[in-house]
């Protein structure tokens, strides 16, 4: 069975930093794009940040600056380095990896931001 495992979540003050962890682990023989996802309270699941398989990244405007997505293949991991974090950041963060050619996602960790 094939599985995300986030790690790295907590509170934190604005201003601070985090760094987000996931590893995926189970039967793999792919592993394509890799990715950070968010959802606030009320609002819908957004993109964070997306490592490819090609080993481009993209941000999304509102972290763009501030967070930095990295990827280690041998470890079968994804991670999102978040810097002066704001409230507005505030959210339960989801890895998300394309895994055997099927659309994976971690069961979430939360970050809360707030003084």
């Known amino acids: 069975q094939v599985q995300l495992v986030e790690s790295g979540g907590g509170l934190v003050q604005p201003g601070g930093s985090l760094r987000l962890s996931c590893a995926a682990s189970?039967?793999?023989?792919?592993?394509?794009?890799m990715g950070w996802y968010r959802q606030a309270p009320g609002k819908q699941r957004e993109l964070v940040a997306l490592?490819?398989?090609?080993?481009?990244?993209r941000y999304a405007d509102s972290g763009n600056g501030r967070f930095t997505i990295s990827r280690d293949i041998a470890k079968k991991s994804v991670y999102l380095q978040m810097n002066s974090l704001k409230s507005e950041d505030t959210a339960v963060y989801y890895c998300?990896?394309?895994?055997?050619?099927?659309?994976?996602w971690g069961q979430g960790t939360q970050v809360t931001v707030s003084s």
């Open positions: 189970g039967s793999i023989f792919s592993i394509g794009d």
């Open positions: 490592f490819t398989n090609s080993a481009r990244t």
């Open positions: 998300n990896a394309i895994i055997n050619f099927l659309s994976t």
